[in-house]
């Protein structure tokens, strides 16, 4: 395998992949034992791996530069061909599903599989080929609309990404200042943002009709494999997270305003913990690679090995440049069982925690793609898949000294553990965002800003916008990516921090035991439901009331102690 940017593309030939998977269609209904069966699935599996591994290459490469012409048809052709196989994909899922060997397929593998296939099959339909195409493209289209604001800021270009360097400045006028050029940036593209989300929830809305749900909630759910949970169970979360979380997070807004000595307590003053600055690496790029090489080899053989994989291909693409897509991710190269990390490094603590974060992604899927043998069991749902994550950045937190100057480590623990927790009242105000604007009729541009404003007042009670009109509407719901590019994902982040809490909490006891149920959570990757994999894990159920309100309680008494010391 080479390196990434050697890596050779080529654009699949779509009717041939069409041809080939009716092929393995045809052999699945035609098959004469488990044995020819089972060979038709692995096939179709090795055909969709090829054609996903070359989606992803052209995916990166499109958000390493959304100037790209090249990679941008690539992605249009992926976006028009996609809806089409999934049509294929739903006949051969159909046709596995009442497989006379489907018994056989249970005893192997069990039965998650069916329940994932019967999902799928519940959720794809040629009657949205159209709907579908066109939701990918106003994807594109946010994704480009974003990525291309750009503004002056004291002498220097910035984006959304570059101005919020800024906003972490120890010159609280300087913060402000980034900020209302932040606002500015964004009420400058907001018609254009607002109407993309409004045709985006019409699409959505019409897909969920067309395949006979009572609204998108159902099909969004359903799509993402929430089976152990409905959103019921999702609203009772989000108030025990009202309950328990933002009095926690209450408190330490108050510890950061008296801290910093300030009157009234801004947004841009939410991330500033500490007076003199917050903690801020003290390397570039290639030092941040080499402390990260150093903390994964001494952290265990397992991570050691991983992260050696990924230096030696060059699986990163970590520094901020010109038309290079927002936010940063984790994605698979599922041919070379290889992840792939996508980042914009901005020379702040967001840094260290996209090598930590999205490493812990990268990590399970390493894993997981050695020890599972179905493409459908390689990867958990969300809200999983995020404890390997968040779990990560803090089983890494030994080592937080190699990154940061001396001394600052031990703030940057404090920093990162409050943040962890308070966070979470935003993670949920994102989850009702959506709720309310798929239970009732569709909002328009007021009406999205009008539910996020009433929205703040229950879970981010402190939140003060210092009089910027554009903010204190409504309007800062647009900022956040998921919303419209992975609509009901943004929930399984606190669910998920509930959890990664848990073994940090388990960690101050026992580490050995805590790494040892991070591991075996890892190699399980998605063969197990959720609930089963949080027994697997040793860890506790985040819908219960008393799983909420003990984290909250035990991660504010380590920050009362973290806080004495400091």
Known sequence: MDVFKNLAYSRPDGEKVKSDLHAQLEALKNAGSYEEAKAAFFRRQDIMTEFRTMNVIASIRADINTADEFYAGEMKFFHDLTPRLSVILKEFNEALAASPYRADFEKEYGDLLFKILDADIRTNSKDIIDEKIAEAGLVTEYSKTAASCKTMFRGEECNFYGLLKHMLSTDREERKEAMMAWADLYEGASARLEDIYGRLCELRRTEAAKLGF?????????????????????????NAVQKYIVPAAAKIRAAQKARLGVENFEYYDEQMFFPGGNSTPDKDTAGMIAAAKQMYEEL???????????????????????????????????????????????????????????????????????????????????????????????????????????GEDRRYTYEHLADSLANITYLVSVDEFQHRVFEGEQPDAAGFRSIWKKIEEIYLPWRSYDGNAFLESGAFWMQKQHIFMYPFYYVDYALAMICALQFYLKMQNDRTAAWADYMHLCRLGGSLGYFDLLKAANLKNPFQEETIKEVADGVMAVLDRMESEL
């Not at 609204?215 to 989000?238: C, G, P, V």
């Open 300 to 406: 265990s053989p397992e991570t050691g090995e991983f992260f050696d994989f990924m230096c030696e291909h060059e699986m990163f693409d970590l520094e901020t440049r010109p038309n290079k897509r927002l936010g940063g991710y984790c994605t698979s190269l599922a041919k070379y069982k290889s992840p792939f990390i996508f980042s914009n490094f901005n020379k702040s603590s967001a840094d260290t925690e996209v090598l930590t974060h999205e490493a812990g992604h990268a990590f399970e899927g390493y894993v997981a793609s050695r020890c599972q043998e179905l493409q459908e069991y390689m990867h958990s749902t969300s809200e999983i898949n995020e404890i390997h994550s968040m779990g990560m950045e803090f089983f890494t937190e030994p080592w937080y000294k190699l990154f940061y100057p001396e």
């Open 214 to 238: 009572n609204n998108f909630i159902e099909m969004a759910y359903l799509s993402r494999h929430r089976f152990d949970y409905t959103s019921a169970d999702i609203e009772k979360f989000r």
